[in-house]
């Protein structure tokens, strides 16, 4: 019923895998000139370089390089949520430019029962905002804070439009325009997703500076668009050593030349505030992007990419998001690590997880829901094992 739903809202694209092009993929290991990529080295210090530039040039926008400080205030605090297993902290990030402020909330939860240092994981919500006693009342239904918590890690979670406003026209109010000081934006500036992924680096700030954390395990993830961003939160800052896409589908797992379902032409149309001005040229000229997604699963590499995807969500392409898993192999084995590279996608409900990445199809529609948690998070308990 929600696939019908779903095509029946956007008929004009894709949902048939017959009727996918023909495409090749470019190759990670490949550098613009055509050099190949043969070594560690190569890619360390050459092609990731030059490929996380293409990818701020055309696809999310480069940050400022503008110099600013962050300082961090507890708005409030309880270390009795969830019968006492967690302290919660209500949070504001102070982010200065010589006089000029911007304030961004943000909401952290750490488990009271820690011995030792013990993991984080940044999460960005796009939904409802949080707050320690909004998650306390939700938690009564869905539980995912608290079962992370259960696990013994930290939860820091903040709201995309506290950020930068998820909005056409909320350029004007969000950090972008902080920065660049009410200015317009270059065609190559960062996109709200850029944005956002930026102030997943400050929460990470905030949350690798408490004793209860060890700064060497750390996930970024989200749902949907707040997947697309932890994929370029990750690829942005090396810091995490975990990022998980939840149904992140165009612009964020999804290939884009497979054009099932959401395409760059629709996303920029619709969404033109998440990417940077350039991204909207290759809006049916998927083919002539210098890059595709995979390539930004690779620059996570070696750190671990966990995708999940669910089968009624055609719009986000779950063979799209599998095949950049699959595709981005090559590089994590360059760098000597053993990922998924299955071309066949694994049954539904069944996570796959190799080494480095993890995957899995949940049934079902467009959401993070408790079983997508719970999956993410024995992978992160394999990754974060000692
Ligand atoms: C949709 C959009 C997707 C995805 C989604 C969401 O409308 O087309 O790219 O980001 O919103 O965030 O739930």
Redesign the pocket.
């Known amino acids: 019923a929600q696939v019908a739903k779903d095509s029946a809202r956007n008929p004009q694209f894709n949902y048939e895998e017959s009727k996918v092009p023909t495409f090749t993929l470019p190759d990670p290991l490949k550098m613009a000139d055509g050099r190949s990529v043969s070594s560690k080295q190569d890619w360390i210090n050459g092609r990731r370089d030059e490929l996380v530039e293409v990818f701020r040039r055309e696809v999310y926008g480069r940050r400022p390089t503008t110099e600013y400080h962050v300082d961090f205030q507890v708005l409030a605090e309880t270390d009795d949520v969830f019968e006492g297993k967690a302290t919660g902290r209500d949070m504001q990030a102070i982010v200065t430019i010589g006089e000029r402020e911007f304030k961004f909330p943000f909401t952290v939860f750490i488990p009271n029962a820690v011995t030792e240092p013990g993991p984080v994981i940044v999460f960005i919500n796009?939904r409802r905002p949080d707050t320690v006693q909004s998650v306390i009342e939700e938690e009564a239904s869905t539980g995912a804070k608290r079962t992370i918590i259960d696990r013994g890690y930290a939860i820091a979670t903040f709201h995309t439009s506290d950020v930068d406003p998820d909005r056409k026209d909320g350029y004007a109010d969000g950090i972008r325009a902080f920065f660049a000081n009410g200015q317009p934006l270059q065609n190559d500036d960062w996109g709200g997703l850029s944005a956002w992924g930026w102030a997943a680096s400050r929460v990470l700030d905030y949350m690798v500076a408490q004793p209860e954390i060890d700064s060497s395990r750390t996930a970024v993830g989200g749902?949907?668009?707040?997947g697309?961003t932890a994929l370029w939160a990750a690829a942005e800052d090396p810091r995490f050593s975990i990022a998980y896409s939840n149904d992140s589908?165009?612009?964020g797992a999804a290939i884009s030349r497979r054009r099932f379902g959401?395409t760059v032409g629709r996303?920029t149309s619709?969404?033109p505030h998440w990417f940077c001005e350039n991204f909207t040229a290759y809006s049916e000229r998927e083919d002539q992007l210098p890059v595709d997604q995979h390539e930004l699963l690779a620059l996570i590499a070696p750190r671990a990419v966990y995708v999940a995807s669910a089968d009624l969500d055609l719009?986000?392409d779950p063979k799209g998001e599998y095949a950049s898993v699959v595709a981005a192999a090559p590089v994590y084995q360059l760098l000597g690590e053993e990922v998924i590279t299955d071309p066949e996608m694994p049954p539904l409900n069944t996570p796959r997880h190799i080494g480095k990445t993890g995957y899995h199809i949940r049934s079902g529609a467009?959401m993070i829901s408790e079983t997508d948690w719970k999956m993410f998070l024995d992978f992160a308990a394999g990754q974060w094992s000692r």
């Not at 749902?223 to 707040?226: A, E, G, L, T």
């Open positions: 796009n749902h949907s668009r707040s697309k589908g165009c612009g959401e996303i619709v969404f719009w986000a467009h």
